[in-house]
């Protein structure tokens, strides 16, 4: 199985910077994204790039966070700019299941994959 792992969460101000890694253990022609998760709250998708490179963000942090990966690594990036309180949350790592890329292929974009393959999360905290 696919695994990755997240690393880079922590504490930032208001208006700071984190930039979050994920690792993982193969190349990943389908999709890969980044989801975070608030206490009480839903896990939500945060930005999503796919085999083309190709990003999409949520419209909350479109414009502050930027999504890369490293082909000849397999490694994922998250970078966060002007961080909000609201940011605060679990953040995960994952990549698209095979039957999701197989069926998906490029008709629909990754916000329509089937993320089967999870990181344990790092935390990010953000303070006024």
């Known amino acids: 199985q696919v695994q990755a792992v997240e690393s880079g969460g922590g504490s930032a101000q208001a208006g700071g910077s984190l930039r979050l890694s994920c690792a993982v253990s193969?190349?990943?022609?389908?999709?890969m994204g980044w989801f975070r998760q608030a206490p009480g709250k839903e896990r939500e998708p945060v930005a999503h790039?796919?085999?083309?490179?190709?990003?999409t963000y949520r419209e909350s942090v479109e414009g502050r966070f930027t999504i890369q990966k490293d082909d000849a690594t397999n490694t994922m990036y998250l970078q966060m700019d002007n961080l909000k309180p609201e940011d605060s949350a679990v953040y995960y790592c994952?990549?698209?299941?095979?039957?999701?890329?197989?069926?998906?292929?490029?008709?629909?974009?990754?916000?329509?994959?089937?993320?089967?393959?999870w990181g344990r999360g790092t935390q990010v905290t953000v303070s006024l």
């Open positions: 790039i796919d085999g083309d490179h190709s990003a």
């Open positions: 193969a190349h990943i022609s389908g999709c």
């Open positions: 994952a990549t698209e299941g095979y039957h999701s890329y197989m069926t998906r292929a490029g008709t629909l974009s990754c916000w329509s994959a089937k993320f089967e393959n």
